[in-house]
């Protein structure tokens, strides 16, 4: 009888200390969950901004255009979007952290392995629809088509827009228009002003100094 005593005695506490190491590791597991997800919050928070996205060379003239714009905090209304609010999609969360995976990962390579200098800016603003994503346009101009509806023009051309009856003359054809195939200079106040001469320029400049 004793010894069964004893080994029932050992059971519970086999079973205390098995309850206590598996609260342990939940604790554990909630804390350091906290911990990565506080720390994701914070570095995506700081890798969205223009300090962080303009410290690359190359893109310094589009944080300093951005920095002369409406978006950019220099309007009346002193709001800012970051640049991931218009750069990023954001539809669903995964897929917004995907691609800012993806881009930061190609920004970062092209940056390191490319002579940036020899990029043509100017040309490559005619590919602002594959950079800047309408979900991010709406997920801040919630009620644009409501918004818009006392300037006649505007609402219109939102409500086209809409529908998906607005188009415009895409790669393949006819297409449903994006927010920057209107809105061509948002968030970059005058930007070409700031874009370096194009390559092609710069050589055209250097051979006409040589000839004289």
């Not at 598996?22 to 909630?30: P, R, S, T």
């Not at 594959?130 to 006649?152: A, I």
């Not at 061509?184 to 370096?196: I, T």
Request: glycine content about 8%.
């Amino acid at each position: 009888m004793e010894e069964k005593n004893t080994v029932n005695k050992g059971n519970k506490k086999k079973f205390s200390l098995g309850i206590w190491v598996i609260v342990g590791l939940i604790v554990a597991g909630v804390v350091v969950g906290m911990a990565v997800s506080f720390t994701t919050v914070v570095a995506v928070k700081h890798t969205s901004d223009v300090n962080f996205c303009g410290s690359c060379h190359s893109m310094k003239p589009m944080a300093a255009a951005y920095r002369n714009s409406v978006h950019g905090g220099y309007g009346d209304s002193g709001i800012m979007a970051t640049c991931a609010d218009c750069h990023l999609p954001h539809k669903s969360t995964m897929g917004y952290m995907i691609q800012k995976i993806k881009t930061g990962m190609w920004d970062v390579w092209v940056e390191t392995t490319h002579d940036t200098s020899k990029i043509d800016w100017h040309e490559r603003r005619n590919e602002r629809r594959n950079w800047v994503y309408d979900s991010g346009c709406l997920h801040c101009h919630e009620n644009l088509l409501r918004g818009t509806r006392p300037n006649k023009k505007a609402f219109i051309a939102h409500k086209a827009y809409f529908s998906g009856k607005l188009l415009v003359e895409g790669e393949e054809g006819k297409e449903k228009a994006k927010c920057v195939d209107c809105h061509k200079n948002v968030g970059h106040y005058q930007l070409s002003k700031h874009l370096p001469p194009a390559p092609d320029e710069e050589t055209s400049a250097s051979e006409n100094e040589s000839e004289h």
